[in-house]
């Protein structure tokens, strides 16, 4: 549904909405279509939703304790993904989101590269090396030296964080793991997303990190080293997001 003159009315689409939110339209279209929009409760929760994605990817790129770099196999496929050519196709008549796209592909360049490409190294990151959703978990210790993250009687954040992508289950875990997640109340399908060799209030434990609820939260646990589906060795739980 539009108006006379051409901008459209609710249902607004979320592509329509994004274009609006990023000032990637004409601003004599946006300047009807901001009142409109503000009458819109689903509009709003739109616009909300994409205020706190670009508050988080503008946080990730200031948080200096985020070091971990990007997987060589992930890298390899976002360049192979980038080197595509795209496909062109022409037509007769453009609507006013054909036109406004255009203008977001010229207008926002680089700056809109730099954020799917944040959003793109989280997501394969998180998803393209975690283990399939229904395969069983295999646990592969790391070579030799493994450094013990110190935890010392916290679960802070900043250390939490550190473990994010390492994969480091000490050998007396390995062949215990699905069973110390089962007897965490832990799923053994869902991915681990981080784990290593801690100290904790003195004494040699494990950390694990795997997906929290609500999405996208993570829980980290901390476990003793002889957990196993008989005895959960349960030190302490944190959830972070």
């Known amino acids: 549904m539009s108006t006379r003159s051409g901008v459209p009315q609710p249902p607004f689409s979320t592509e329509l909405i994004a274009d609006l939110h990023a000032d990637n339209l004409p601003p004599e279209v946006a300047s009807e279509l901001w009142p409109a929009v503000r009458r819109d409760a689903d509009a709003m929760r739109t616009l909300q939703a994409l205020d706190r994605v670009s508050d988080e990817l503008r946080a990730l790129g200031r948080d200096q304790t985020v070091a971990t770099t990007i997987p060589r196999d992930v890298a ?6 980038l080197d595509l050519p795209s496909k062109v196709s022409v037509r007769p008549l453009a609507t006013l989101h054909e036109l406004a796209s255009r203008r977001r592909r010229v207008r926002i360049g680089g700056a809109a ?58 050998a007396p875990l390995v062949a215990n793991l699905a069973g110390c997640l089962a007897a965490n109340g832990l799923s053994t399908t869902q991915p681990v997303l ?33 957990c196993k589906e008989s005895d959960a060795a349960q030190l302490a739980v944190r959830q972070i997001g």
């Open 113 to 170: 590269a730099a954020l799917v490409a944040a959003a793109a190294v989280i997501f394969a990151f998180v998803v393209l090396r975690a283990p399939e959703q229904n395969s069983p978990i295999q646990a592969q210790p790391t070579p030799q030296p493994t450094k013990t993250v110190d935890l010392g009687d916290d679960l802070t954040v900043a250390s939490l964080r550190s473990v994010i992508g390492r994969h480091d289950v000490p």
């Open 76 to 81: 390899e496929r976002l360049d192979q993904i």
């Open 194 to 226: 981080g784990s290593a060799p801690v100290r904790f209030r003195g004494q040699d434990a494990v950390l694990l990190l795997v997906p929290g609820t609500p999405p996208p939260t993570i829980k980290a646990i901390v476990v003793g080293v002889g």
